[in-house]
């Protein structure tokens, strides 16, 4: 076993796509010091107040910890009332934060707004997509109403990685041209800021990470999730890192060089503004927003069930 590049003690990892070989405590450190960039990349002032979206899985697990280390942080979670799952998930984020002595703010959706994402199928077969929307709006909501100036979520360069090929194989330039890593914060349109603090942290870092400071998360997939296109394109770039280890990194930076290019062809075709949604008075690019289209949608299903 060679030795550790940091400090020449017996190396215990060894990361391929940077043949970099590491002991677990250096690995750790340099973990944290990547998280500690990407901050300084996207700028984020010394007293910002930073919540990471936290799901119980491991990416925003090895977030919030890494994050924590860093500076103060909070926690967000949405319970989405999915029977055998969500229960699991919120347990263990509240043992987590409890460990971590970090403030949870919960939004539970069945107490709140009488749905859960069980009822998601009901209006839409592309549940995830339905659930995207209504986790994006919440955070943001939940986020603004406490004073939070940052959302981080885990996205991690796996996911950046598939996310870029997926909407290049399907042409889909608009969305493309869309992928950030950061948004900053529009107090006009209550919009907080946006960050992706792992979007160059492989998932198999972020589940490294959790094992060896033995941290909680549930590594069960959520049993309403069908995301055929995305696991193909993801199986098909996990096939390809066997023999390029650094690939999933390459076409982020490759990707990086090509987004103006997108986003002007993207300009072309559609410019975005915001507005204020007349119902709920959070931005939108229609009178009313996505989110509250899709709650009276859910609410009109969920009454029409009952009154059978
Ligand atoms: P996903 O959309 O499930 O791939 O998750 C991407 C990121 O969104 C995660 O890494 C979390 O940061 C955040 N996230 C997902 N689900 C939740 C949830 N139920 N509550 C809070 N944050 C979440
Ligand atoms: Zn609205």
Redesign the pocket.
């Known amino acids: 076993m060679p030795r550790c590049r940091f400090c020449g003690k017996k190396s215990e990892l060894f990361l391929r796509y940077a043949r970099l070989p590491l002991c677990k405590k250096c690995f750790i450190a340099y973990y944290q010091r990547k998280v500690r960039e990407a901050l300084e990349k996207f700028n984020i002032e010394k007293d910002a107040t930073i919540a990471?979206?936290?799901?119980a899985?491991k990416?925003?697990v090895a977030l919030l910890h890494s994050l924590s280390a860093l500076r103060e942080v909070k926690a967000?979670?949405?319970a989405?009332g999915i029977e055998g799952h969500s229960d699991k998930?919120l347990e263990s984020c509240k043992k987590l934060c409890k460990d971590l002595n970090i403030e949870l703010i919960l939004f539970d959706l069945k107490k709140e707004l009488g749905i859960s994402a069980s009822d998601f199928r009901k209006i839409n077969k592309k549940v995830c997509s339905v659930c995207?929307t209504v986790?994006r709006y919440l955070?943001n909501k939940i986020a603004w109403e406490n004073s939070i100036d940052y959302v981080a979520?885990?996205?991690n360069a796996d996911?950046t990685a598939s996310a870029i090929l997926r909407n290049f194989l399907t042409g889909n330039i608009a969305l493309l041209a869309r992928i950030e890593f950061f948004s900053p914060k529009d107090e006009k349109f209550k919009l907080v800021g946006k960050i992706k603090p792992l979007y160059r942290t492989l998932e198999f870092e972020n589940k490294m990470y959790c094992d060896i400071l033995e941290l909680p998360y549930v590594a069960e997939q959520c049993p309403l999730a069908k995301r055929a296109m995305q696991n193909e394109v993801k199986a098909l770039i996990d096939s390809l890192e066997k023999r390029m280890p650094e690939i999933k990194l390459r076409i982020i930076t490759n990707y990086f060089k090509m987004k103006p290019l997108f986003e002007e062809y993207a300009k072309k075709e559609r410019k975005v503004e915001f507005k204020l949604c007349k119902q709920c008075g959070y931005a939108t690019v229609s009178d009313k927003c996505k989110f509250c289209k899709t709650i009276e949608k859910l609410q009109k299903v969920r009454n029409k069930t009952k009154s059978f």
């Open positions: 990471v979206a936290l799901s899985g990416d925003s967000i979670h949405i989405l998930l995207g986790k955070l979520t885990g996205h996911d």
